[in-house]
């Protein structure tokens, strides 16, 4: 008979532990259990489906409820560490696929936040075993880095041409053509900027027209330059990944990002191919 200890470590290796035969089929069939509470979620959302089958709906949500809370139990109880995986990324959202199935039974509607659910399909990367490409993703955490302060002062001066724009717009045009307020105004500005477009408001002046015209031009002339800031700060955080290479000549693993030769011994970090 298995003792408490013994228990405790078998179900960790089943549980946690994705590189084993057990682990493995653990995470396949979680996966399947949480496709299908999800396709479950779904389906109650359309009103057909909801009126005549929702006695059965919240049946299967319940029981799929009741099994996510048996399982966070469980990796609470083998865990070495229950806080630490309380408070861990996993952690956080096995609890969050938990809570909705809950609050439900004071507010209806709050079952539909059940599709959270959908980031625990996150752990199909440990099954599949494609976490190397997920390491890709610090390229893109830093060119977010890189450029937010770009980012920002792009932001800022959006908001402050939306702003103007908007209150001239509300100045021109005025309430009886749709414009009965400065936010409403620059509600407007926002859509004709982005080059949306949703048609809900429109100038009817002349000169709201001229201005709208202004307005368009200038959203096409601005909405690649994120684009371009993102883009060059992802070039240069992977050339910074390329210069974390060991110097052919001295194996120094570190150079400043525009760096062509080694600041230890001067020769070239990047060798011309063919040269002699």
């Known amino acids: 008979m298995d003792t408490p200890a013994s228990l405790r470590e078998r179900l960790y ?49 319940w029981g799929f409820t009741a099994i996510f809370l048996a399982e966070y139990l469980t990796r609470l109880y083998c865990s070495p560490k229950p806080l630490r995986y309380a408070f861990s990324f996993y952690g956080l959202v096995d609890l969050l696929a938990i809570v909705p199935g809950i609050i439900a039974l004071y507010y209806s509607d709050a079952q539909y936040l059940l599709i959270v659910r959908v980031v625990r399909m996150l752990r199909i990367f440990r099954v599949l075993k494609l976490g190397p490409y997920l390491k890709q993703a610090h390229y893109l955490l830093e060119a977010l880095r890189g450029s937010k302060q770009k980012i920002i002062v792009f932001l800022v001066s959006v908001s402050t041409l939306v702003t103007v724009f908007g209150t001239l717009m509300y100045v021109i045009e005025g309430p009886e053509h749709g414009f009965t307020s400065i936010p409403k105004g620059i509600y407007w500005a926002i859509v004709t900027l982005t080059t949306v477009g949703f048609g809900d408001i429109v100038p009817k002046t002349p000169l709201g027209q001229v ?10 002339s601005i909405i690649a330059v994120p684009t371009g800031i993102f883009t060059a700060e992802l070039a240069n955080a992977m050339r910074g990944e390329q210069l974390r290479h060991d110097c052919p000549s001295c194996a120094k693993n570190t150079h400043e990002p525009s760096a062509a030769f080694c600041s230890r011994c001067g020769n070239p970090l990047f060798p011309r191919s063919g040269a002699a």
Do not use: C, N, P, W
């Open 13 to 61: 290796v089943i549980v946690f532990q994705s590189d084993t035969v057990a682990g493995r089929r653990f995470d396949k069939t979680l996966l399947v259990i949480i496709l299908a509470s999800l396709v479950t979620v779904i389906l109650d959302s359309i009103d057909a489906v909801h009126r005549s089958y929702s006695g059965l709906l919240a049946g299967i949500e």
């Open 211 to 220: 201005l709208s015209s202004m307005v368009m031009i200038i959203g096409y």
